[in-house]
Nanobody, 125 residues
Framework: HPVESGGGLVQPGGSLRLSCTIS????????MAWFRQTPEKWRDLVAAISWSGDRTDVGDSAKGRFTISRASARNTVTLDMMDLRSEDTAIYYCAARPSVLTGVAYPDATSYAYWGRGTHVTVSA
């Protein structure tokens, strides 16, 4: 199952990196994604990436500021967030699904079978 790390408190305009790794299963390839949730909105796409790393889909609110990438460790992804704003405050969830298709990312939350417990990101002065 996905395990997230890296959340916390950051000032507006600051940067933060989130990481997610798949614990346990290491034989399959996983397409992965980050979603965020607030009391007003359920599981909004932040960014998704194919298992091969050659396709990403980025949510509108994250475009130009957030970057998803695959780390050298298998089934590990990072989310680099820049120019953070108060509206980025949310619980960030990592999601994963087994995948055999290169170049395919899954931007829909319903595509994912496995979810992490979430990590809190608070943007505040």
């Amino acid at each position: 199952h996905p395990v997230e790390s890296g959340g916390g408190l950051v000032q507006p305009g600051g940067s933060l990196r989130l990481s997610c790794t798949i614990s346990g299963e290491t034989n399959s390839n996983y397409a992965m994604a980050w979603f965020r949730q607030t009391p007003e909105k359920w599981r909004d796409l932040v960014a998704a990436i194919s298992w091969s790393g050659d396709r990403t889909d980025v949510g509108d609110s994250a475009k130009g500021r957030f970057t998803i990438s695959r780390a050298s460790a298998r089934n590990t992804v990072t989310l680099d967030m820049m120019d953070l704003r108060s509206e980025d405050t949310a619980i960030y969830y990592c999601a994963a699904r087994p995948s055999v298709l290169t170049g395919v990312a899954y931007p829909d939350a319903t595509s994912y079978a496995y979810w992490g417990r979430g990590t809190h990101v608070t943007v505040s002065a």
